[in-house]
């Protein structure tokens, strides 16, 4: 698969275009884009993989028949709250180009936000997703709908951004170490990513992410049996 170009995170770019400068700055930290690949295409690109397996998975099971039921397919497209006109327009055209709906159809297939149902007064909803924390505030009227009572947020602080910076800093403590190559601080993100993230949340408890196997020792470099401590 030498035609492949592996992308990551990739709706992000998709962002407002007026960011705080620390958002930003988290942002231009993610994988450069590829430059014969705009976000759109991107995302296009993965809209219709997902599309034709489905498709594919349905007729060669045949579940039922696709005919009857590609013209009635309703999509609901998630992407960080706060996110409005603009974003939500480049979507539909991802979608369009994906060959989801067609240009005619895309206002009334293509949606994004939900329906909400709830029996109390109000929610605070808060998503701490991989690329933003998106924090919503709603409230319900006699009628029992809901309506939104504060500007929403999107902050571009997500779990991706943990992993980064643990990459980094273990970059810059193994940089003189024999395992500080570039390959086994992916290897250690990686496990940190999956395995170690999860747990990495007190100040006085260390963690240890494993990369190697128990041959792998450097103490000067808090490596041992394979794994490297890091400090809480």
């Known amino acids: 698969m030498d035609n492949v170009i592996r992308v990551e995170w990739f709706k992000l770019h998709l962002r407002p275009p007026h960011l705080a400068p620390s958002q930003e700055f988290e942002l231009q930290k993610l994988r450069s884009f590829p430059k014969n690949k705009t ?20 007729t060669d099971s ?14 609901v497209l998630s992407h960080p709250n706060g996110w409005e006109g603009k974003q939500q327009s480049q979507m539909r055209k991802a979608a369009i180009a994906a060959g989801l709906v ?36 709603y409230s319900q009227t006699t009628k029992g709908r809901f309506k939104e ?8 602080q997500g779990s991706v951004f943990v992993t980064h910076r643990a990459q980094e800093y273990l970059k810059q403590k193994l940089r003189n170490s024999k395992y500080g190559s570039e390959h086994e601080v992916e290897a250690m993100a990686s496990t940190f990513d999956r395995v170690t993230k999860c747990t ?6 260390p963690c240890y992410v494993k990369f190697g196997g128990l041959s792998y ?16």
């Open 39 to 58: 976000p759109v295409q991107v995302f296009g690109d993965l809209l219709r993989y997902l599309y034709q397996s489905t498709k594919k998975y349905i």
């Open 217 to 232: 020792n450097d103490r000067t470099f808090d490596i041992r049996s394979g794994s490297v401590k890091i400090p809480g």
């Open 200 to 205: 990495f949340d007190d100040p006085n408890t």
């Open 102 to 137: 067609d240009t005619s159809e895309a206002l009334e297939r293509i949606s994004f936000n939900p329906n909400l149902h709830n029996n109390r007064d109000g929610m605070l909803v808060v998503d701490c997703g991989g690329g933003t924390i998106d924090v919503s505030a």
């Open 62 to 75: 045949e579940l039922w028949s696709w005919k009857s039921v590609e013209r009635n397919i309703s999509f």
């Open 149 to 156: 009572i504060s500007q929403p947020e999107c902050l571009f």
